[in-house]
């Protein structure tokens, strides 16, 4: 049985189309989801991280809103799980778990146990032979360790070349095919 780490935001949660909405808001700025194609664009705004992560918790705040990244998501999830134990990691605030929680309740997503870190930098050094996730950061990490990264396609991470280590996908369906040939 593999072990599995499924990221939240932007892989399961579509955080950054709720803080766009929430940075019109606040600002009156237009900004389209494909202008995020940094990891760390809320630079080009001229924004601090702490600016950034404040609109993020308030979008965390408004989690009965808050979209999922795609339809029939429980079942694409329910789907991976027959492959192995399968563990949400993230390193979002704490401040923001108990509405985590219970989005990932009344979006019926099925996991295991929900695993906080502090840094998504940290990931790969945890225990798991497989990662599903959008960040950019952990690519080199997962490529040292010999660990699979299945990257979920977001405009923030089209710079990553697939590998032998890094496998993109587009939509959660497509893990099953890439885990079936793992066995």
């Not at 990221?7 to 950054?16: N, P």
């Not at 979002?92 to 997503?109: A, D, F």
Request: aromatic letters at 10%; charged letters at 35%; proline letters at 4%.
């Amino acid at each position: 049985m593999l072990r599995i780490a499924l990221d939240l935001d932007g892989v399961l949660a579509d955080t950054m189309r709720l803080w766009i909405r929430l940075w019109r808001r606040r600002t009156g700025q237009i900004i389209e989801f494909e202008d995020l194609d940094e990891w760390d664009f809320w630079k080009k705004l001229g924004i601090s991280e702490g600016e950034f992560m404040d609109v993020m918790n308030d979008a965390w705040r408004l989690w009965k809103i808050m979209p999922p990244t795609e339809d029939s998501l429980s079942e694409k999830v329910r789907e991976i799980k027959r492959f192995g134990r399968v563990d949400i990691v993230t390193a979002r605030p704490r401040v923001t778990e108990r509405y985590v929680l219970n989005w990932l309740r009344l979006h019926k997503i099925p996991y295991d146990e929900y695993v906080w870190i502090r840094s998504c930098r940290e990931k790969p050094r945890l225990d798991y032979d497989v990662y599903i996730d959008d960040s950019p950061l952990i690519v080199d990490g997962c490529m040292r360790r010999g660990r699979l990264l299945i990257l979920y396609d977001r405009p923030w991470n089209r710079r990553v070349q697939e590998n032998i280590h890094v496998r993109r996908i587009k939509s959660l369906s497509q893990v099953s095919e890439i885990l079936r040939r793992l066995r």
